[in-house]
């Protein structure tokens, strides 16, 4: 598998750079807007070694973070030196392969990986935060990008943490879970609150159908959701040196409805077609029903059956899908409408709206004639009925991360910009890409040009200078 990768990389902006630095002062072709004052940070997998086996997935975090202030741009990154990258670098080579697995020759007294923070970056109650699905938060000097520690809430919290927790807009709260809450590849999922202030105001578990690698969740203002999907984790799969996670579509697809202020023994359970979702848009609520929109896959990419044969590269790709669960029907089955055919990934909305109705999004979209990751390289926007209402395709063979959007405090829904990294093939090389988040097909406003690559990667986020 790891030859398979690395050829891969070589043909697209997957593969890792080899250094840090600091740009102080970047040339802007165009204007940036006088109102976008702060830091854009972004995060996604960049191994400092080589390891046997390892997926894509299980890179050291790098971050990447763009300070734009009065028109003027700058740069800076850095690993996120975590246990395992420190032991590593020590080293000198890699001593893990991935998902906590240590490799043979690494010496006897290291005996967990402790994670790499390399998915997702947040700002709440003060604290910047490096998030990946298996560990604790990481907290962040926002200045210096310098690892700070693990954030466990002084002790409040156990377990992995989610890379996508919500922020509720109205209340400030912060809502997260884990998978994998009782120890590795267990059915266990754990969920709680941090309230404005830091404090944690919840932690609770409940037990899946079963074990799942759940990367996103649901929450509306007044409902928990929880997406069981079958890319299922084996620990006796994982014992006989096989895949841990393996995409099993006999298992079915299930999304465990709670209240927010209710407890997890009066989880409903619904079911459908199996399928796999990463990424959630949005959700809400419409009288007795909850609507989610969501970038569904009918085969996950990125992962094989248990046997090791690949799944259908025709159903691997994401597309975006509506969601609808009927609280007051007389059924267990939610509906999956499809509402748009295009290959797409990485939704964003104005954050303003998080579990309330919105309208607009936006997602990174892909050539349908090309593989999907490695191979994003648009943009679409859509309203809150999942109509395109604007479209943007890079130059052939640029890729774009996600888009993150940026409005002023008191802007109306969906007015501000969009911020992307661009990777230029031919000159092998990124750009900042900042759109005018309601007209995407007039192209970029403004690029902030970098001297060398930002690899594709995850996920990120505004935190304004204010």
């Not at 912060?174 to 830091?198: C, D, E, I, K, R």
């Not at 419409?286 to 690949?310: C, W, Y």
């Not at 303003?352 to 943009?379: D, K, Q, T, V």
Request: with cysteine; glycine share 10%; charged share 25%.
């Amino acid at each position: 598998m790891l030859d398979e990768v690395n050829t891969e990389w070589a043909r697209t902006n997957l593969a890792p750079i080899p250094m840090e630095c600091d740009a102080p002062h970047l040339k802007v072709t165009g204007e940036l807007p006088r109102e976008l004052n702060g830091t854009l940070y972004r995060n996604g997998p960049n191994p400092q070694f080589d390891a046997p086996g390892a997926h894509w997935f299980v890179g050291d975090g790098m971050l990447h973070a763009f300070h734009l202030e009065n028109g003027r741009a700058s740069y800076r990154n850095r690993w996120v030196r975590t246990p395992k990258w420190l032991a590593e670098h020590d080293a000198g080579r890699a001593l893990f392969g991935g998902f906590g697995r240590k490799l043979p020759d690494a010496p006897a007294g290291i005996t967990d990986d402790g994670g790499v923070a390399n998915t997702n970056v947040i700002f709440h109650a003060g604290k910047l935060l490096a998030l990946e699905e298996g560990h604790l938060p990481t907290e962040i000097e926002p200045g210096t990008l310098n690892r700070l520690g693990y954030c466990d809430y002084n002790g409040a919290i156990k377990g992995p943490f989610t890379a996508h927790p919500k922020i509720d807009p109205v209340t400030g709260e912060l809502v997260f879970f884990g998978y994998n809450a009782m120890g590795p590849l267990t059915p266990a999922l754990s969920f709680g609150s941090v309230n404005a202030s830091g404090v944690v105001t919840r932690f609770d578990r409940f037990e899946a159908p079963y074990a799942s690698m759940v990367h996103d969740f649901i929450v509306t203002e007044n409902h928990l959701l929880f997406p069981i999907l079958p890319i299922t984790g084996s620990m006796e799969r994982a014992m006989r040196g096989k895949a841990p996670y393996a995409w099993e579509p006999e298992k079915g697809a299930y999304v465990g409805v709670m209240k927010r202020n209710g407890s997890a023994k009066d989880i409903v359970w619904f079911r459908a077609e199996s399928c796999y979702v990463f990424h959630v848009m949005n959700a809400w609520e419409e009288e007795s029903r909850i609507i989610a929109d969501v970038m569904q896959f009918e085969e996950a990419p990125l992962f094989n059956h248990p046997d090791g044969t690949k799944t259908d590269p025709q159903k691997s790709r994401a597309r975006y899908c509506r969601w609808t669960f009927d609280l007051g029907g007389n059924t267990d089955r939610f509906k999956q409408t499809y509402l748009d055919d295009l290959t797409g990934e990485f939704p964003r909305i104005d954050d303003r709206r998080a579990g309330l109705a919105n309208r607009h999004g936006w997602y990174a979209c892909a050539n349908p004639e090309l593989p999907m990751f490695g191979a994003l390289s648009g943009i679409v926007h859509v309203d809150g009925k999942g109509k395109r209402l604007g479209h943007y395709r890079l130059p052939a063979g640029d890729t774009i991360s996600e888009p993150v959007f940026v409005g002023g405090p008191d802007a109306a829904e969906g007015d501000g910009w969009l911020l992307a990294a661009v990777w230029r093939a031919r000159e092998n090389r990124s750009d900042l890409a900042v759109f005018n988040a309601q007209d995407v097909e007039a192209g970029p406003i403004a690029l902030v040009h970098l001297g060398h690559r930002v690899p594709d990667g995850f996920h990120g986020n505004w935190v304004s200078a204010e």
